[in-house]
């Protein structure tokens, strides 16, 4: 299957699945999201993967967060509908049935983060940098990062 934003690779028994936007930082927009839902699927049906390291191209972002050309301006509907359809994407990942391990490597912040969060287990570089800088806008994270986020940590951490 040819793809624009993703390259899916596979060896020894790993899928290698590469958010290839690095221009951008790998920011995700709906395209690189569907490309993602299709290979978390693929991955899903191959037995002959047991693990997927989900990764992002270039040196300095896994993921920088969602594409902000794509944010929907001033219509609550659509952007409630977006969220919900991409929401579905990280659901599908959490619930692979496989191993899934994000390989941080730089920024790896809003989106990006709740990306990391859907997986399984997380490894960051030394110099990844990791956050949700919507929270600071007054924004809440799209993708069920808030309650990801407090599975992964616990409340009472959450709210320090």
């Not at 790896?108 to 490894?123: D, Q, Y």
Request: proline share 3%.
């Amino acid at each position: 299957m040819s793809r624009k934003n993703i390259i899916l690779k596979k060896e020894n028994k790993i899928g290698f699945i590469t958010l290839n936007r690095p221009e951008v930082y790998n920011a995700l927009n709906a395209s690189l999201l569907g490309e993602l839902g299709e290979a978390v699927e693929e991955v899903k049906k191959d037995s002959d993967i047991g693990v997927v390291i989900l990764t992002g191209a270039g040196e300095k972002a896994f993921v920088s967060g969602a594409d902000i050309s794509e944010i929907p301006a001033s219509n609550a509907i659509l952007a409630w509908a977006t969220s919900r359809d991409h929401q579905s994407i990280l659901n599908q990942l959490e619930r692979l049935g496989k191993p899934s391990i994000a390989a941080i490597n730089g920024y790896c912040l809003g989106g990006g983060l709740e990306l990391a969060m859907a997986c399984t287990l997380r490894i960051a570089s030394e110099h990844a940098k990791l956050g949700l800088p919507e929270l600071g806008l007054g924004l809440i994270p799209g993708y069920g990062g808030t309650q990801r986020l407090t599975r992964l940590v616990g409340r009472g951490k959450l709210l320090k």
